[in-house]
């Protein structure tokens, strides 16, 4: 684990803490070297999740029952 954790803004400012730190771990820097996955928030991860498109990476989403549920594993 690189980082406990990492709380951001659900805006823009909060996403470009976001991305940068995601950036400052990437090996040469590469977004292409990233997968991003997110738990579904309902439409609180619908503007980050367009944010984190648009600047290039992959993103999957993934149900918060099944995240749960693999936690528990």
């Known amino acids: ?37 997110l738990e579904s928030t309902g439409h609180y991860s619908v503007n980050l999740t367009n944010f984190l498109k648009a600047e290039g990476f992959e993103v999957t989403i993934f149900n918060p029952l099944h995240v749960n549920l693999y936690r528990k594993a």
């Open 1 to 37: 684990m690189l980082r406990e954790n990492l709380t951001i803004g659900n805006n823009r400012a909060g996403f470009n803490n976001l991305l940068r730190t995601v950036i400052s771990y990437l090996p040469g820097k590469r977004l292409s070297d990233a997968r991003i996955g």
